[in-house]
């Protein structure tokens, strides 16, 4: 079991950056795959990015590739989101999403430990 708490969110203006972070308890943290997804008012969650249990490998949405960095810190059982010129249509409830054996998807299906979410608003 882990247990994912995600911090950061919060209003920003078009343009501007915030950092996501991830929380995660347990002493398996460095054995999961890790994924960021978002959910905006009236849509489907959809994926935004992705490491592997090394931090070697990444994925990234189309929509975010360029602005946005995912990252992880095992000795620390962090995972963050570095977003920047974030836009508008950026503005959802971000998710952290851990998934057993270490290889990352773009399918929220396939995770198996969840957040609660973090707001990021991004004003015009």
């Known amino acids: 079991q882990v247990q994912l708490v995600e911090s950061g969110g919060g209003l920003v203006q078009a343009g501007g950056s915030l950092r996501l972070s991830c929380a995660a308890s347990?002493?398996?943290?460095?054995?999961?795959?890790m994924g960021w997804f978002r959910q905006a008012p009236g849509k489907e969650r959809e994926f935004v990015s992705a490491?592997?249990?090394?931090?070697?490998?990444?994925y990234y949405a189309a929509y975010v590739k360029g602005r946005f960095t995912i990252s992880r810190d095992n000795a620390k059982n962090t995972v963050l989101l570095q977003s920047n010129s974030l836009k508008p249509e950026d503005t959802a409830v971000y998710y952290c999403?851990?998934?057993?054996?270490?290889?990352?998807?773009?399918?929220?299906?396939?995770?198996?430990?969840w957040g609660q979410g973090t707001q990021v608003t991004v004003s015009s």
């Open positions: 347990g002493r398996t943290f460095s054995t999961y795959a």
């Open positions: 999403a851990a998934r057993v054996g270490g290889v990352p998807t773009t399918i929220a299906e396939e995770y198996n430990y």
């Open positions: 490491i592997s249990w090394s931090g070697g490998v990444t």
